[in-house]
């Protein structure tokens, strides 16, 4: 069983698009999140939900939309695709874990947005 | 904002050599872990470090966390070709402990 999982793995469209990404866990965590990792392969954090709520909404264009239905999953909607947005988008999830509430972090296989 | 940087950039080494990645943080961690990630792969948690001044050791992988909690070295004795991979540094901060990921050290092991 993976335990998060996100489809498509790999999305092709052109400019102007609207697509969706899903994400999955079965690890009962609480806390989801969305990172973008660039063709340099930088990794930043988009989104961060815990338990349904959104709690980190880092400097993103608001064609961006995240949704979480259940704690068990997290799904981004991008709206008006731009040749910017190609990039690898990972889901993630975590539980705080000790008394320092540190958050480790595992992560789906990703999904490779090509925007022509 | 915070910022997470590490260096090298890259390292090519030799099968057999060591290598070492560091990692600073603009600000005071409340942790730092380190991932792995492998060519076309996602990235993989490795370990992480609460304390000041701690080490760990994970078979020839030594992890140290700076006294002022800025800054961590990844340290890999004698590389092997299943090294190769993409190392990033995270440093956990703030109310919901967000993890800020550093820019990374790409290790090309030749063999």
């Known amino acids: 069983d993976t335990a998060v999982s996100q489809t498509p793995k790999y999305l092709v469209t052109q400019m102007g698009n609207d697509k969706s990404i899903k994400c999955e866990q079965n690890?009962?965590?609480?806390?989801m999140y969305w990172y973008k990792q660039d063709s340099k392969k930088f990794l930043k954090i988009m989104f961060s939900y815990n338990n349904k709520e959104l709690i980190i909404n880092e400097t993103v264009p608001n064609r961006f939309s995240p949704k979480s239905p259940d704690k068990a999953h997290l799904n981004l909607h991008i709206n008006s695709l731009e040749l910017g947005d190609s990039a690898v988008y990972f889901c993630?999830?975590?539980?705080?874990?000790?008394?320092?509430?540190?958050?480790?972090?595992?992560f789906g296989a990703g999904s490779r947005l090509t925007v022509l | 904002g915070q910022q997470v940087m590490q260096i090298p950039q890259y390292q090519h080494v030799q099968e057999g050599e060591d290598f070492t990645t560091y990692c600073n943080s603009s600000t005071t961690l409340s942790n730092i872990q380190w991932y792995k990630q492998r060519p076309g792969g996602h990235p993989v948690f490795l370990i992480q470090l609460v304390k000041s001044g701690e080490v760990k050791k994970q078979k020839r992988l030594t992890f140290q966390f700076g006294e002022a909690k800025k800054n961590s070295s990844l340290h890999i004795t004698a590389t092997q070709t299943t090294d190769v991979g993409t190392y990033f540094c995270?440093?956990?901060?703030?109310?919901?402990?967000?993890?800020?990921f550093g820019t990374g050290t790409k290790l090309q092991v030749i063999p």
């Open positions: 690890l009962g965590h609480d806390t």
């Open positions: 993630a999830s975590s539980q705080p874990s000790g008394s320092s509430g540190a958050n480790v972090l595992t």
């Open positions: 995270a440093g956990g901060s703030g109310g919901y402990q967000k993890v800020t």
